[in-house]
T-cell receptor, first 114, second 114 residues
Framework: SQQGEEDPQALSIQEGENATMNCSYKTSINNLQWYRQNSGRGLVHLILIRSNEREKHSGRLRVTLDTSKKSSSLLITASRAADTASYFCATDEAWDTGRRALTFGSGTRLQVQP | KAGVTQTPRYLIKTRGQQVTLSCSPISGHRSVSWYQQTPGQGLQFLFEYFSETQRNKGNFPGRFSGRQFSNSRSEMNVSTLELGDSALYLC?????????????FGQGTRLTVV
C-alpha cells in the first residue's frame, strides 16, 4: 500500500511559473526523496532530504520537510516545458519500522505549457 | 558508469504462463529492489535483495519471486500469470551498506498479459 497522498493529482501551469507539489506520509521516516517520471519510463532521482533537515535546494528545486505534520513539498521555480512529467515522493522508513523499502506516493502529473 | 539495465523492455505473455525479468544494477551497488507500477495501484514495492539475500518483501502473492546473483544482477519471476499482472516493472539499485540512499531506476519492463 502507498505511504500517503500527493496533492494536487494534476497541475497545469505556464512556462516560467512556479509549481508546488505536496506529499503527506504516515510513518516515521529516515529520509524522503522526490523522483520524476517521464511518460511510462523509469524514475529519475531529484533530491533527498533527511528527517533532521527542514529545507534543501538543488538548482531550481526546493524541498521542505515538516516531520511534525508528516508532510513535504517540492517547489520547481521558473518551470520549463521539459519539466512536464509525473513527480513522486518516496519515503524511506525509520529503522525501527523494520522496513527497508521506498514507499511511493500517488504522484502529481505536471503539465507545463510553452 | 552504466546505469541500471532491465531486459527485456517489452513482453507479451498469455495468462497462465510464467515470465522472468532481468535487472543489472549499477556497478558496485549491492541493493536491488523491484517495484510494480499500474495505473490503479501506483508504484508498489515487490522485494529487495542485498548481497544475494532477500531483505524485505512487499505484499504480493507467492507467484512473485526473485533472486540475486553474486554479481548483484537480479531476476524476478512471475508464475501463472494473470491479466492483473500487466504492469511496468521497475528495478532500482542503490549503493552503500545500508542502502539508504538515492535509488537509481532502470527504464522498466512493460509486461502485457493477454
Amino acid at each position: 500500500s502507498q505511504q500517503g497522498e500527493e496533492d494536487p493529482q494534476a497541475l497545469s501551469i505556464q512556462e516560467g511559473e512556479n509549481a508546488t507539489m505536496n506529499c503527506s506520509y504516515k510513518t516515521s521516516i529516515n529520509n524522503l526523496q522526490w523522483y520524476r517520471q517521464n511518460s511510462g519510463r523509469g524514475l529519475v532521482h531529484l533530491i533527498l532530504i533527511r528527517s533532521n533537515e527542514r529545507e534543501k535546494h538543488s538548482g531550481r528545486l526546493r524541498v521542505t520537510l515538516d516531520t511534525s505534520k508528516k508532510s513535504s513539498s517540492l517547489l520547481i521555480t521558473a518551470s520549463r516545458a521539459a519539466d512536464t512529467a509525473s513527480y513522486f515522493c518516496a519515503t524511506d522508513e525509520a529503522w525501527d519500522t523494520g522496513r527497508r523499502a521506498l514507499t511511493f506516493g500517488s504522484g502529481t502529473r505536471l503539465q507545463v505549457q510553452p | 558508469k552504466a546505469g541500471v539495465t532491465q531486459t527485456p523492455r517489452y513482453l507479451i505473455k498469455t495468462r497462465g504462463q510464467q515470465v522472468t525479468l532481468s535487472c543489472s544494477p549499477i556497478s558496485g551497488h549491492r541493493s536491488v529492489s523491484w517495484y510494480q507500477q499500474t495505473p490503479g495501484q501506483g508504484l508498489q514495492f515487490l522485494f529487495e535483495y542485498f548481497s544475494e539475500t532477500q531483505r524485505n518483501k512487499g505484499n504480493f502473492p507467492g507467484r512473485f519471486s526473485g533472486r540475486q546473483f553474486s554479481n548483484s544482477r537480479s531476476e524476478m519471476n512471475v508464475s501463472t500469470l494473470e491479466l492483473g499482472d500487466s504492469a511496468l516493472y521497475l528495478c532500482a539499485s542503490s549503493g552503500g551498506l545500508t542502502g539508504r540512499t538515492e535509488a537509481f531506476f532502470g527504464q522498466g519492463t512493460r509486461l502485457t498479459v493477454v
